[in-house]
């Protein structure tokens, strides 16, 4: 079993609609939570980042955490084409061999069309 | 852009061979790391080096090593090119002590490895 486990889709959604995107781990110690963004032919963009659980919100970007339910989410309002790319959320622990690793799930590939 | 540069952009190697990919950090950063991802996959972390020594390691065989230098750049070598080493290669760099799990991780856009 994958320590994160992410729906790599497609998601395919049209222009305005609310985009909910989830991941699921199985390593309580993480307890850093991202978001990256990556397009085509580019390396991951950080979305979001959020410490343990609860939400933050950044322009039409909210993320959640749950960790009682080891469960994050990445819920994106009013999709524009522009947000067409995949999706990845990362985690990470606290000290040790783990201190600066990046945990990774599948990626969710998002297709917003107009 | 995030001011992380890799290169080359592409490189096609056969299998057996060694391959050296290069990665220049944002300025300010002083803590790289290596991540392998494979076509339709998330980033798998290979090694992180810190101040020019190696802090930290993930599930990747010997034969994957790498070199920070003084001005903080890096080098990932992979020894012995297998037909599953294609990918994408991913530098990210970071600031901080040791990094630290809080540091933002700043990706470049990353070197496409092929294996014939």
């Known amino acids: 079993q994958k320590e994160v486990e992410q729906d790599p889709g497609p998601l395919s959604v049209p222009e305005g609609a609310i985009v909910s995107l989830n991941c699921t781990y199985s390593n309580s110690a993480f307890q850093y939570f991202m978001w990256y963004r990556q397009y085509s032919r580019k390396g991951p963009e950080l979305l979001m980042y959020t410490y343990s659980s609860g939400n933050k919100e950044d322009g039409r970007f909210t993320a959640q955490v749950d960790k009682s339910s080891k469960y994050i989410s990445l819920f994106i309002r009013d999709s524009q084409p522009s947000d067409s790319a995949t999706y990845l959320c990362a985690m990470s622990a606290l000290g040790g061999t783990s201190y600066g690793k990046l945990t990774f799930g599948q990626g969710t590939i998002l297709t917003v069309h107009p | 852009e995030t001011g992380v540069t890799q290169s080359p952009t592409h490189l096609i190697k056969t299998r057996g061979q060694q391959v050296t990919l290069r990665c220049s950090s944002q300025?300010?950063?002083?803590?790289v790391s290596w991540y392998q991802q494979a076509l339709g996959q998330g980033p798998q972390f290979i090694f992180q080096?810190?101040?020019?020594?190696?802090?930290g390691r993930g599930n990747f065989p010997p034969r994957f090593s790498g070199l920070q230098f003084p001005n903080y750049s890096s080098e990932l070598n992979v020894n012995a090119l297998e037909l599953d080493d294609s990918a994408l290669y991913l530098c990210?760099?970071?600031?901080?002590?040791?990094?630290?799990?809080?540091?933002?991780?700043?990706f470049g856009p990353g070197t496409r490895l092929t294996v014939l």
């Open positions: 080096y810190y101040r020019e020594e190696e802090n």
């Open positions: 990210a760099s970071s600031s901080g002590l040791a990094g630290g799990v809080t540091d933002t991780q700043y």
């Open positions: 300025s300010g950063h002083n803590t």
